[in-house]
């Protein structure tokens, strides 16, 4: 008797272990978003600068401006057709279809904010996504007495190599790291014992 409960126990145990890994199967959803570039491919292009565009080389013809600031920036001026899509929601569905659209429809996309660095996340994401139809204004925009200015930007260039800014800083110690710093002699401070002084006075 014990013997056939312990055996209905385990096929129950398994008949419902199954069900939850058919379960599991059923309900799995692929992830909407899966990157397609790796960090590596990311940085080797932000060295070059190739992302960055004046407006000047902006072909409106083929070109699709995004603003990536907030909604309230967006409403009290920006670039003429622009688009609103702040930088928290570029990973929306509705942003997402947006950008297939214009990818399918070979139109180039250009991010811009109140300077370039604001619209750095907005293009890393897409581009690590696999969107290689985008790039970034190479501009900074201010509202200036209610009129929407739009002037150059100078984007620092990025160091690529830091052993190399450590040997120009040092040349004489370039093979090392360890001798980078100036070694500093320990100050000794002598403490003078105070002499006891005789007790004086008497009768």
């Known amino acids: 008797m014990k013997e056939l409960e312990k055996t209905q126990r385990i096929s129950i145990s398994t ?3 199954i069900l939850v890994i058919i379960i599991g199967i059923l309900t799995f959803k692929k992830p909407t978003n899966v990157y397609e570039k790796s960090a590596k491919d990311t940085l080797a ?3 070059t600068q190739e992302y960055l565009v004046p407006i000047s080389e902006v072909d409106p013809t083929n070109t699709v401006l995004i603003d990536v600031r907030d909604k309230f920036e967006y409403s009290k001026s920006h670039i003429d057709n622009a688009y ?5 929601d570029i990973l929306k569905e509705t942003s997402i279809s947006i950008f297939e659209e214009l990818k399918d429809a070979g139109k180039d ?11 750095n996340s907005a293009w890393m994401i897409l581009y690590q996504l696999g969107y290689e139809n985008i790039k970034i204004l ?14 150059p ?17 040092n040349p004489e110690n370039s093979n090392g790291l360890e001798h980078m710093a100036p070694e500093t002699t320990k100050k000794v ?9 005789k007790p004086e006075g008497g009768c």
């Not at 609103?84 to 928290?88: D, M, S, W, Y």
């Not at 996309?109 to 619209?119: L, S």
């Open 189 to 197: 401070i002598v403490i003078k014992k105070k002499k006891k002084r």
């Open 138 to 151: 190479n501009n900074q925009t201010e509202l200036v007495d209610n009129n929407f200015k739009i002037t």
């Open 45 to 47: 292009i932000l060295g």
């Open 153 to 169: 930007y100078d984007v620092k260039q990025p160091i690529p190599d830091y052993m190399d800014v450590f040997k120009k800083g």
């Open 15 to 17: 008949v419902l272990f």
């Open 84 to 88: 609103n899509i702040p930088t928290a």
């Open 109 to 119: 996309i250009v991010f811009y904010g109140k300077n370039p660095d604001e619209a």
